[in-house]
């Protein structure tokens, strides 16, 4: 097959049109060639010989005349040992090798590969000759890190493959050849370690997609508890700019029980990503005792780099997801902010002159973020085992209004909302999700009786906080006014949570129970209480105690002191319990 | 090469187009019967060039001759800078002879966000407000949210007359004449000219030019950081720079997105905000910004895409920066660094502020106000004109103090709701009656 070459014709920003000679496919790579470079640019559209392609690069200097290769093949990653711990750009080129090579600036037309060619590999196979393969079978392993990374036959193989020869047990570096396969017609391929695959489509070799059940847990008490995100689920966080979206997925990517976490930097700001890139590697796991980074792949395209890339980074990051997916792993892809990469699609739907949706968007917005999240999920692999995908994806909803497109069209698709309110970050109220506008439909770790029950509390507390705006305290009943402080208390001691205390940082699902069930008591409990100033103080006096709990690690003198505050503070009103809260308290133990 | 085409198709606002053979983003000048422009290729189609005039469409002529330079747009970069000033074209605006060595081009590309550091050194600036609450970071960017009328330029000039930097690049976008006036005199009066670069935009300039100037300020900062120095740019202001993007998108018949302004506003705006940097090893780029908010609304476009974009934001309120609302991101890389008190002062003066603005709302409708209100009304007053105000001008640790003296005058220890530790070591002693160790 020759390969299909072209010229330009126009120029418009950064879409470029091209007439070429030959076949050319959709979302195929071309080459621009001008001043010596060559930039690297996708195919967007097709109209009889000219193609309109869209540069991932500054196009200054390109002229009408100047040639272009098309590659024939889509835009697609490089999969294979070594992903883990790097730090790419939108199109997989890794960032540290570009900075040795042009410095302090990502000079435009400059692409590294992707993987260390240097680096030998531990390879075990666990096929051998002979054995009849599909697409996605392990070949053999090599152990990457903490994980054992398996070898597997290239996704894109269709059919089946019997294997001709497969190399021993011994070290090789990712080009070196590992096996000969051949199909039914005699068709011969040599595979090696690594393979691409095209990042808008989705890995599909796998026996079957199964419901989410487990939850992720993310050791921050209002998402496990009240908002809990399944294990293969989907969320997003919208919310105004500085009400903590960034922080809360730092945190959630540092504590969540995952193996692997994919960070997409899509659009945000470099200063973000980089406390990122320094802190993550001084980072331990909790889990494995070793540095965070080294189960971390980060994505960077940062607002100011260009545009294409950034739409094209977000299916970089869920591609190396769904490979790491197919080795029986978990993994969380956490990509802050969906918007950025929306309003990139936005740009080229104008740069093409479609005819636009709302607020300009195109019109295929929706479909195009639904199947972005239906790449997450749990799937049983071939060989019975499990992988499994989360995403988390944040959003920016210009004015911090959520009735914008994106933010709409998320909702549809994803399994939980965590809205995070300017007013209670202004409070400084963290982390700010808003527990009356937020939603879940994944189950928790909590009974979800409990969890009702709690929440009614919230909302009756809202009420009367609302009515009591109009009324005065004067005006409000002492029944209403202790709802009102319940669900204060419970806002304050279980909702909050302080990020950056190194114990309430992290609470474990165990300890959430043990604290949700001593809320319960308090709040489910019928109190002697006389009058609205004691009942505050009592209230108040309870919290500070409850927070000094909540800052101190399980089995310190101060956690016993402040638990039997909380005790003898509690009995002091002799509490009585009606026969549905015995029950939930029950439920609990 | 410098062909010379000397028939112009068509002229669209302040776009004409050529047949010619160009290269996109190339420079050409126009010969007019008005004098010369400076245009820039903006888009090609096939044989026809289209370009953007800086001087803009007016009078211009099908007849006139266009003569493409091979480069796109640049500017001098040299230590003779220094004390110029130039217009949106690069041009000498003080009557100073052009500059033509060492030409550079504008616009480059984005900074490896693997050769970026955590920025850890604060910009002492002598303004409370900001010093105390909202430190600002080396390498920050931030914009100055305010509407039109307040005295955002004086706050800006006076930053920019205290901020211990080695450089200063002021841009100017639709800048009234007297402003520019005014920032002119002041930097001469406080000496500070000579280590200042102007690239100024005047409201009655043609609006291509003003599209220049964030990117010939900010290409000029980044060459003097990479020497080495630290620089402070600061653009004034960039709510103009936003209309004219819209406006030259809409000549340019662009769909636009949001309130006319074009799909394409927050990249066009972090592509220059984002040029503030702290290179691991060399100067630095801090961006101090002015953006005026339409009808003081917060959720426009404009200062909404920056606020997502930008480090924080101040807001100028009735002539003093709010505390609310205003924010620093970076200032906790800092401010633990500074005096052990720093942070505390910082939350708890915050916190009783919220308290008076509440009593004050209470007062407005009439409550009886309590003795703690009368604590607290005090406590606001003294706040608002020793630590809001913006013509008090001290250093950090003074103004702390201050703090302490203002909490000192009018509360007991325990009512401030600091540690106990701080208050015996900074509790202010002036008044016999408030003495540490008297709580409880």
Known sequence: MSQTLGKVTAVNGNMVSVRFEGDVSMNEVAYILTQGKKLKSETIRIRAN???????????????????????????????????????????????????????????GVYLRSLSRTIRWHFTPSAKAGDIVRRGDCLGTVPERTFTHRIMVPFGLLGEWKIIEIKSEGDYSIDEAITVIEDSRGNRKTLTMTFFWPVKRAVDCYAERLKPQTPMVTKTRIIDTFFPVAKVGTYCIPGPFGAGKTVLQQVTSRYADVDIVIIAACG????????????FPEITDPRTGRSLMERTIIICN????????????????????????????NILLLADSTSRWAQAMREMSGRLEEIPGEEAFPAYLESVIAAFYERAGIVRLSDGRMGSITIGGTVSPAGGNFEEPVTQATLKVVGAFHGLSRERSDARKYPAIHPLDSWSKYPGIMPAKAVEFAHNYLERSAEVGAMMKVVGEEGTSLDDYVYYLKGEFLDAVYLQQNSFDPVDASVSPERQKAMFRLVLRILGADLEILDKEGARGWFYELR?????????????????????????????????????????????? | MNKVYSHIESIVGNVISVKADSAYGELAEVATRYG?????????????????????????????????????????????????IFDGAGSPRDGGPELTDNLITIAGPSVNPF????????IRTGIPMIDVFNTLVKSQKLPIFSVSGEPYNQ????????????????????????????????LEEGGALSKTIMFVHTAADPVVECLMVPDLSLAIAEKFALKGKNVLVLLTDMTNFADSLKEISITQEQVPSNRGYPGDLYSQLA???????????????????????PGDDVTHPIPDNTGYITEGQFYLKGGKIEPFGSLSRLKQQVNGKTREDHRAIMDGMIKLFASYRDTLEKKSMGFQMTAWDKKLLKYGELFESKMMDLSVNTPLEKALDTGWEILGTCFEPRETGLRTELIQKFWFKGHSQNVPGTQD
């Open chain 1, 268 to 279: 945000e700001r470099a200063g973000e990503v980089v406390e990122t890139l320094i802190e």
């Open chain 1, 302 to 329: 940062t607002s100011s780099m260009p545009v294409a890339a950034r739409e094209a980074s977000v299916y970089t990051a869920v591609s190396l997801a769904e490979y790491y997916r197919q080795m029986g792993l």
């Open chain 1, 544 to 589: 500070q105690a409850f927070l000094d709990l909540n800052g101190s690690a399980q089995g310190t003198s101060l956690f016993n002191q402040s638990l039997s505050k909380i005790e003898s503070s509690l009995a002091a009103k002799s509490p009585r319990y009606s026969a549905k809260t015995q029950q939930i308290l029950a439920s609990l133990e």
């Open chain 2, 115 to 122: 050769k970026r550091i955590i920025p850890k050194e604060m």
């Open chain 2, 271 to 293: 592509a220059r905000y984002e040029k503030a940097v702290d290179f691991s090893d060399a100067g630095s780029i801090t961006t101090l910004a002015v953006t005026t908010m």
């Open chain 2, 36 to 84: 010369n422009s400076l245009a820039e290729t903006i888009r090609l189609d096939g044989e026809m060039a289209y370009l953007q005039v800086f001087s803009g469409g007016r009078g211009i002529s099908t007849g006139d001759e266009v003569r493409f330079l091979g480069h796109p747009m640049r500017v001098s970069f040299s230590d003779s800078l220094l004390g110029r």
């Open chain 1, 50 to 108: 000219k193609a309109q392609v869209q540069v991932f690069e500054a196009t200054k200097g390109v002229r009408v005349g100047d040639s272009v290769e098309f590659t024939g093949d889509m835009l697609s990653v490089e999969l294979g040992p070594g992903l883990l711990g790097q730090i790419y750009d939108g199109l997989q080129n890794p960032l540290p090798e570009i900075a040795e090579q042009t410095g302090y600036f990502l000079e435009p």
């Open chain 2, 155 to 186: 706050l800006l000039a006076r930053i920019a007359m205290q901020a211990e930097v080695d450089l200063i690049i002021l841009g100017g976008m639709g800048l009234k004449f007297d402003d520019y006036l005014f920032f002119k005199d002041t």
